[in-house]
């Protein structure tokens, strides 16, 4: 009889972490893909690398703004940051607190030239690669068997 008790004790406690099982789930999976996306894109002035934007719950409609006149890079417009690490710098939206694991996390990149360079404009990136990305993630959340 002990055992069946202790069965439901620990069915308890398993029910009480998974809002923040499902919150690490879907930050590690954002981090994932982030990472993918910024390393697949195609790198002319580094623009396009640098807005990859993470909304929670609603898309982040932001933009990278373009460089100013007289500098070469995106490196020199922010800094010391180079187009993959100023838009690794927008997943600070992905912390325990925004994240509670029951809404959706949307990465985004809202340059008008987007959904051409997706579409394998650039020679740098083939056609596919954004897909590729979400496919090698979903394979990462496929681990996770959260219904039948």
């Known amino acids: 009889m ?6 439901g ?7 009480q972490n998974v809002p923040k ?31 990859w934007f993470v909304g929670v ?19 020199q417009t922010h800094g010391k940051l180079t187009g993959g690490e100023s838009s690794m710098a927008h997943v600070k ?9 029951f809404e959706p996390i949307i990465l985004s990149n809202n340059l008008p030239y987007g959904e051409s360079l997706a579409n394998g404009h650039s020679q740098q990136a083939p056609r596919g690669w954004i897909t590729a990305a979400v496919q090698r993630v979903q394979r990462v959340i496929n681990v996770v068997k959260l219904g039948p």
């Open 57 to 75: 719950g609603v898309p982040n409609r932001s933009v990278t703004p373009e460089r100013p006149p007289g500098t070469t890079s995106m490196a």
């Open 93 to 101: 939206e992905l912390s325990p607190a925004t994240v509670t694991g």
């Open 2 to 7: 002990g055992d069946v008790k202790q069965v």
């Open 9 to 15: 004790l620990d069915l308890s406690k398993f029910s």
């Open 21 to 51: 099982l499902m919150s690490q789930l879907l930050r590690r999976a954002a981090l994932e893909m982030m990472g993918d996306l910024v390393k697949g894109s195609p790198a002319d002035t580094g623009r396009f690398k640098s807005s």
